[in-house]
Each structure stands twice: as structure tokens, then as C-alpha cells.
Nanobody, 122 residues
Framework: QVQLVESGGGLVQAGGSLRPFCARS????????MGWFRQAPGEERELVAH????????YYAVSVKGRFTISRDNANNTVYLQMNSLKPEDTAVYYC???????????????WGQGTQVTVSS
């Protein structure tokens, strides 16, 4: 069993930065591919980024590429999402998820955190 807990969201002005992170308890985080998803009110959940078990391979949604960076520290069982140049349209609840394969689909991820709110004001 893997339990994931996100922290580090908050309120920031457009152009600012946040660095939410996701810590795990249970099985070693390095066993899993990790993803960050987000869901805005009235919108479907969408993949933001995912990272391979070793951290050597990453993928980003077009909307965040060049502004967001996903990284992981397997020794400390933590995954990060560095978010720069934030825009009001980035406002959403951000979730981390753990799965066996790298996928854009949330259904491929077995474990989810409770989410952390990110709000970007204009």
C-alpha cells in the first residue's frame, strides 16, 4: 500500500512560482512512475507531467512545458513540481499519483494523494 500526501500549494500572483511536493508512506516511491495531475472547477482532470522511476525521463503537457519541472528524490520518497511563470489558468487542485507505467491517463495510476489547491490571481 502507498499513501501519498501533497503539500506546497497556495495563492500566488500571476508570474509567480510555487513548488508543491508529494511525500509517500508505505512502499518505496522508487518502485513507481509518478505523475502530477490537476483539476479545475468544472473541468476534467488532466495530466500535467510524469516522471520515470529513476527520474531520467519526463513528460509535460503542452500547456506547462517550459514553465513546470517535475523531479523526484527517491531517497527521501518525495516528488516535486516546480511551477514558474504561473498563469491564472493554472488554478486547480493538483494531485500526485503513483503507477506502474507512464501514462497520460489517470486510470493507469493506482495511488492518489488528496490534492493541494493552487490559485493564481491575475
Amino acid at each position: 500500500q502507498v499513501q501519498l500526501v501533497e503539500s506546497g500549494g497556495g495563492l500566488v500572483q500571476a508570474g509567480g512560482s510555487l513548488r508543491p511536493f508529494c511525500a509517500r508512506s508505505g512502499r518505496l516511491l522508487g518502485t513507481y512512475v509518478m505523475g502530477w495531475f490537476r483539476q479545475a472547477p468544472g473541468e476534467e482532470r488532466e495530466l500535467v507531467a510524469h516522471i520515470s522511476r529513476s527520474g531520467s525521463s519526463t513528460y509535460y503537457a503542452v500547456s506547462v512545458k517550459g514553465r513546470f519541472t517535475i523531479s523526484r528524490d527517491n531517497a527521501n520518497n518525495t516528488v516535486y513540481l516546480q511551477m514558474n511563470s504561473l498563469k491564472p489558468e493554472d488554478t486547480a487542485v493538483y494531485y500526485c499519483a503513483a503507477g506502474r507505467i507512464a501514462s497520460m491517463s489517470g486510470s493507469e495510476y493506482e495511488y492518489w494523494g488528496q490534492g493541494t489547491q493552487v490559485t493564481v490571481s491575475s
